[in-house]
């Protein structure tokens, strides 16, 4: 059915499909100051629309709306048609908190009162 719509029509069409995709989209790539949408994400990488976006390398922070949830090395990304994709060396879920550097025991107090003094 595509061949037979005309040319300005079809490029229409494709720029609405990308429209609706970086809407529908709720997770994104922060680079310095810069936040571009990520249309699919996967394990090993994820994919931009390569319009807007430009060669990505180095440490990026990715984002689920204003949850922060990676923080990611790149090193890799080229054009698969109108999409860029990104591959990570390294993706590190992000934390809210330093990790521990001793084990906790399960059961271990919270605090510990001091009741000698009155």
């Not at 994400?41 to 990715?62: K, N, S």
């Amino acid at each position: 059915m595509t061949e037979y719509l005309p040319k300005d029509v079809l490029e229409g069409l494709r720029a609405a499909q990308k429209k609706a995709e970086r809407k529908r989209s709720r997770r994104s790539v922060h680079v310095d100051d810069d936040v571009y949408p990520i249309l699919t994400f996967t394990e090993d990488g994820f994919t931009l629309d390569a319009e807007h976006a430009p060669r990505l390398r180095g440490l990026v922070d990715i984002y689920e709306g204003p949850r922060h949830l990676y923080q990611a090395l790149i090193v890799a990304s080229d054009m698969q048609g109108d999409a860029m994709r990104c591959e990570f060396k390294r993706n590190t879920p992000a934390s809210d908190h330093a990790p521990l550097d001793f084990y906790r025991e399960q059961d271990a107090p919270i605090a510990l009162l001091d009741w000698s003094k009155p």
